[in-house]
């Protein structure tokens, strides 16, 4: 029986991938992309000569089992998500435990994450952190963020730039302006910028200012 292959990918710079990536993407039978076009680009920029098939959130539950069952018939996969490393805030959960289920072997290779430089570069506590990702959008939201306010782990959550301001506003109100937090964007790229404060200094340094980049947004426990 094969395996499947979980390869981080760089998030900003392409220095970052490894070259234990590089390999296992050259020997693997098929490699499953979030987005064939954004992967097609990394691996035309490492002379990655191999097949490609879309595997994303919009079709993950219909393909899985396929997929699972063609690693069992003897095919080595390996999956990749645009930036960073797959089932992290992207697809990869489902078919990492279908993998597990079916007894087929996973291997996931170190390598980029956003959270955590951005956990690192903020000099906040770093020894226990809570990992909530992205916030639900509308339902449930006010109530997580209640429940969010009573951690004492340094909390840590992905946004997107056009909601980063409502975001960091309802920090304040749930937190306090002056819970300390830092906010990382464009992580490994030219224009990295990691602003540290209060959330109220973070909320001002952003505010009337076009945001660009992905978001890590850290915040200190209470």
Known sequence: MSKLYIVPTPIGNLNDMTFRAIEVLKSVDLILAEDTRTSGKLLKHFDIENRMTSYHLHNEHKVVSNIVQRI???EEMALISDAGTPAISDP????VRECVENNVE???LPGATAFIPALVNSGLPNDKFFFEGFLPH???????LKELSEYKQTLIFYESPHRLLKTLNQFIEFFGAERKASVSREISKMHEENVRGSLQQVFDHFNNKTIKGEIVII???K
């Open 138 to 144: 509308k339902k449930g939201r006010q109530t997580r």
């Open 106 to 108: 996973v291997e996931c």
């Open 92 to 95: 990869g959960f489902l078919l």
């Open 219 to 221: 915040v200190a426990g």
């Open 72 to 74: 069992i018939d003897g």
